[in-house]
């Protein structure tokens, strides 16, 4: 029997809903916020069974054992999304556009290698296996990675101690949202930028191809966030949000966007 917890909303605390039953497969519960139209499941598991029982590199194996023969991608969004350029850039070069060589805390940092010189490393990972990997990596480089969840680990570093923060693929996994969007607030220095890339839930392509749109992963993936949504949860956090992938936004089928301090908040 799994060990799951019931939820309010991620981004606005609310407890009313409405079901999603088509994205509801097995006993999970992908549900809608009535009052501020979050997609969300509602019956998470524990972080203590995500540690091990659903550690990322085990859920990935399973979901693309399942997906095999499928992409979740239809036809003509693909071709679309060629034209669009829409191909992947070196990702040192894309943080180093942004942090330069200053010091970068990575949530959610798997084996650790997304940050590298001349910037320093900080990692955050749950999984311990990735965790010794990545902590044996930024050592060699100036940093290092706590093992714990996001929401509590990012507590541990200093006020201001970091000019960046990447969360590539990690706030649709994080129950805690607001807790790990605040301490990142506190963690940032205050001309800092956060880099966020979460599934693009309000994409044409989860339109197109439903349940089995590649975005969906049971039961790591716990929020599915809207470019609104999205924005609305980091401005209760005390952010602005600058969408990076303006112009291929409904055609891809992830959202980036750099949040920086509110002034004054
Ligand atoms: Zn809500």
């Known amino acids: 029997m799994l060990d799951t917890t019931p939820r309010s909303c991620p981004c606005c605390d609310a407890v009313e809903t409405t ?13 809608r916020c009535a009052q501020c139209d979050m997609t969300y499941l509602s019956n998470p598991v524990t972080y203590e069974a995500l540690e091990e029982d659903f550690a990322w590199e ?6 693309k054992e399942t997906s095999k023969g499928s992409t979740g991608l239809s036809p003509g969004i693909r071709s679309l999304r060629q034209k669009l350029g829409l191909t992947h850039r070196n990702k040192h070069d894309k943080y180093r ?3 330069q060589d200053g010091h ?12 590298a010189p001349p910037m320093t490393p900080y990692g955050i990972e ?19 990675c706590a093992h714990g969840a996001g929401a509590q680990a990012i507590w541990t570093f200093d006020a201001g101690q970091f000019d960046g923060i990447v969360m590539h693929s990690y706030l649709e996994h994080e129950t805690d949202v607001m807790q790990v969007l605040e301490g990142a607030h506190r963690a940032l220095k205050d001309n800092g ?17 439903g349940a089995k749109w590649c975005g969906f992963r049971y039961p790591d993936h716990v ?43």
Request: glycine share 8%; charged share 25%.
């Open 104 to 115: 970068v805390l990575d949530v959610g940092c798997g084996n650790g290698t997304r940050i």
């Open 58 to 63: 085990k859920t990935y194996e399973v979901k």
């Open 19 to 31: 079901p999603w039953t088509q994205y509801s497969p097995d006993n999970w519960h992908i549900v």
């Open 223 to 265: 929020n599915y966030y809207t470019l609104a949504t999205l924005t609305d949860t980091c401005r209760r956090a005390g952010f602005t949000t600058e969408l990076v992938n303006k112009i291929a936004l409904p055609f891809d089928d992830n959202i980036t966007v750099l949040l920086r301090k509110e002034s004054g908040a």
């Open 126 to 144: 749950l999984s311990k296996k990735l965790h010794s990997r990545a902590d044996r990596y930024m050592r060699k480089q100036g940093g290092y």
């Open 193 to 209: 930028a956060i880099y966020v890339r979460v599934p693009n839930f309000g994409s044409i392509n989860r339109r197109v191809v």
């Open 97 to 99: 556009l942004w942090f």
